[in-house]
Protein backbone atom coordinates (compact mmCIF):
# COMPACT_ATOMS: atom_id res chain seq x y z
CA UNK A 1 0.00 0.00 0.00
CA UNK A 2 1.17 3.45 -0.89
CA UNK A 3 0.70 6.40 1.02
CA UNK A 4 1.11 10.16 0.06
CA UNK A 5 0.47 12.88 2.32
CA UNK A 6 0.32 16.70 1.65
CA UNK A 7 0.59 18.85 4.71
CA UNK A 8 1.17 22.81 4.98
CA UNK A 9 -1.62 24.34 3.24
CA UNK A 10 -3.76 27.12 4.16
CA UNK A 11 -4.66 30.49 3.71
CA UNK A 12 -2.69 33.49 2.78
CA UNK A 13 -2.59 37.19 1.43
CA UNK A 14 -1.57 37.48 -2.34
CA UNK A 15 1.89 38.15 -2.43
CA UNK A 16 2.62 35.57 0.91
CA UNK A 17 4.29 32.03 0.67
CA UNK A 18 3.45 29.02 1.59
CA UNK A 19 5.42 25.13 1.44
CA UNK A 20 3.60 22.29 0.49
CA UNK A 21 5.42 18.56 1.66
CA UNK A 22 4.35 15.35 0.69
CA UNK A 23 5.44 12.74 2.82
CA UNK A 24 5.11 9.25 1.29
CA UNK A 25 4.97 6.05 2.92
CA UNK A 26 4.52 2.15 2.07
CA UNK A 27 6.26 -0.94 2.22
CA UNK A 28 7.37 -1.82 -1.30
CA UNK A 29 7.78 1.63 -2.47
CA UNK A 30 10.20 2.86 -3.73
CA UNK A 31 10.57 6.60 -3.15
CA UNK A 32 13.96 7.34 -4.62
CA UNK A 33 12.81 5.37 -7.60
CA UNK A 34 9.64 7.73 -8.62
CA UNK A 35 9.54 10.90 -10.48
CA UNK A 36 6.57 13.17 -8.92
CA UNK A 37 4.62 15.48 -8.87
CA UNK A 38 2.08 18.36 -7.86
CA UNK A 39 -0.96 18.95 -9.44
CA UNK A 40 -4.22 21.56 -8.58
CA UNK A 41 -7.93 21.77 -9.21
CA UNK A 42 -9.47 24.87 -8.23
CA UNK A 43 -13.37 24.50 -7.93
CA UNK A 44 -15.36 23.69 -11.19
CA UNK A 45 -12.16 23.39 -13.25
CA UNK A 46 -10.32 20.54 -13.99
CA UNK A 47 -7.33 19.50 -12.57
CA UNK A 48 -3.89 20.67 -13.60
CA UNK A 49 -0.44 20.33 -13.47
CA UNK A 50 1.93 22.57 -11.68
CA UNK A 51 5.32 20.94 -11.93
CA UNK A 52 7.25 17.67 -11.57
CA UNK A 53 10.85 16.34 -10.44
CA UNK A 54 12.26 13.31 -11.86
CA UNK A 55 13.92 10.64 -9.21
CA UNK A 56 16.82 12.16 -8.26
CA UNK A 57 15.88 16.00 -8.93
CA UNK A 58 18.18 16.94 -11.23
CA UNK A 59 15.52 17.61 -13.66
CA UNK A 60 12.14 19.74 -13.21
CA UNK A 61 9.47 21.29 -14.83
CA UNK A 62 6.46 23.88 -14.33
CA UNK A 63 3.28 25.20 -15.60
CA UNK A 64 3.84 28.76 -17.18
CA UNK A 65 1.24 29.93 -14.71
CA UNK A 66 3.65 29.26 -11.80
CA UNK A 67 7.11 29.26 -13.43
CA UNK A 68 9.44 31.65 -11.04
CA UNK A 69 7.20 31.62 -8.56
CA UNK A 70 7.01 28.00 -7.17
CA UNK A 71 10.02 25.56 -6.62
CA UNK A 72 9.89 22.15 -6.74
CA UNK A 73 12.28 19.60 -4.66
CA UNK A 74 12.49 16.84 -3.11
CA UNK A 75 14.51 14.93 -0.35
CA UNK A 76 14.95 10.82 -0.72
CA UNK A 77 16.04 10.50 2.62
CA UNK A 78 12.93 11.43 4.24
CA UNK A 79 10.93 10.61 1.59
CA UNK A 80 9.37 13.72 0.98
CA UNK A 81 8.46 16.45 -2.05
CA UNK A 82 8.49 19.94 -1.42
CA UNK A 83 6.67 22.60 -3.22
CA UNK A 84 7.42 26.48 -2.22
CA UNK A 85 4.94 28.53 -3.67
CA UNK A 86 5.91 32.38 -3.57
CA UNK A 87 4.31 35.38 -4.25
CA UNK A 88 0.96 33.49 -4.44
CA UNK A 89 -1.69 35.64 -6.12
CA UNK A 90 -5.54 34.68 -6.06
CA UNK A 91 -5.97 32.51 -9.04
CA UNK A 92 -3.41 30.04 -7.54
CA UNK A 93 -6.62 28.92 -5.00
CA UNK A 94 -7.23 25.01 -4.99
CA UNK A 95 -6.79 21.69 -3.60
CA UNK A 96 -3.13 20.81 -4.39
CA UNK A 97 -2.54 17.14 -4.91
CA UNK A 98 1.11 15.06 -5.07
CA UNK A 99 1.30 12.29 -7.12
CA UNK A 100 3.94 9.63 -7.87
CA UNK A 101 4.60 7.64 -11.28
CA UNK A 102 7.52 4.77 -11.07
CA UNK A 103 9.42 6.03 -14.34
CA UNK A 104 10.07 9.37 -16.02
CA UNK A 105 8.75 13.03 -15.50
CA UNK A 106 4.99 13.26 -17.09
CA UNK A 107 3.01 16.50 -16.94
CA UNK A 108 -0.38 14.02 -17.62
CA UNK A 109 -2.48 13.16 -14.76
CA UNK A 110 -3.73 9.97 -16.12
CA UNK A 111 0.16 9.26 -16.09
CA UNK A 112 0.79 9.10 -12.67
CA UNK A 113 0.02 6.02 -10.71
CA UNK A 114 -0.57 6.75 -6.92
CA UNK A 115 -2.14 9.96 -5.15
CA UNK A 116 -2.76 12.29 -2.11
CA UNK A 117 -5.47 13.57 -0.48
CA UNK A 118 -4.67 16.77 -1.32
CA UNK A 119 -4.52 20.15 0.48
CA UNK A 120 -6.66 23.44 0.46
CA UNK A 121 -4.80 26.61 -0.22
CA UNK A 122 -6.50 29.68 -0.44
CA UNK A 123 -5.19 33.04 -1.17
CA UNK A 124 -7.30 36.28 -0.91
CA UNK A 125 -6.92 39.34 -2.57
Known amino acids: QVQLVESGGGLVQAGGSLRLSCAAS??????????MGWFRQAPGKEREFVAA????????YYADSVKGRFTISRDNAKKTMYLQMNSLKPEDTAVYYC????????????????WGQGAQVTVSS
Open 99 to 114: AARPSGLQITTALYDY
Open 26 to 35: GRTFSFSSNA
Open 53 to 60: INWSGSNT
